[in-house]
């Protein structure tokens, strides 16, 4: 199987105010935010076009369940299909199903301390 991750895909955390950190990064760091908070564009190894995604989410958000805690990680990966029949072989705690949108599949899994993280296999054209 080829690489498995191949990069930071984002950084999701809770928030008491999604809205308020946002422009508080936007002030204060430069972060260019909208709605979802900030995108980050990069190059990967290859020169192709990527994105690493910053986002607050409302401090009651069921999107990181069932892990309990404040921040949800999200890696790129290869072939997300065959990664998680790996993962699920080695035991792996799967989390729902594999889900497509015209920007990539999404597949969620635990780790050995319950925190659920997201492997996205992108389509960055689809980003732009």
């Known amino acids: ?48 076009d ?20 404040e921040f949800m990680m999200n890696f790129r990966v290869h072939n997300l299909t ?5 993962l699920k072989e080695e035991g792996v705690t799967i989390v729902g199903k594999m889900e497509e949108y015209d920007y990539g599949k999404f597949g969620w899994i635990l780790d050995p301390e319950g925190n659920k993280i997201e492997l996205w296999e992108p389509i960055d054209e689809a980003l732009k």
């Open 1 to 48: 199987m080829k690489k498995r991750v191949t990069g930071i895909g984002g950084v999701f955390f809770k928030s008491e105010d999604p809205k308020a950190t946002k422009d508080w990064y936007k002030t204060h760091l430069g972060l260019n935010t909208d709605d979802y908070g900030c995108t980050f564009r990069w190059k990967d190894e290859q020169g192709n």
């Open 82 to 86: 065959a990664l998680l029949a790996a």
């Open 50 to 69: 990527a994105t690493t995604q910053w986002s607050p989410f409302k401090k009651d958000t069921s999107y990181f369940e069932p892990s309990k805690k």
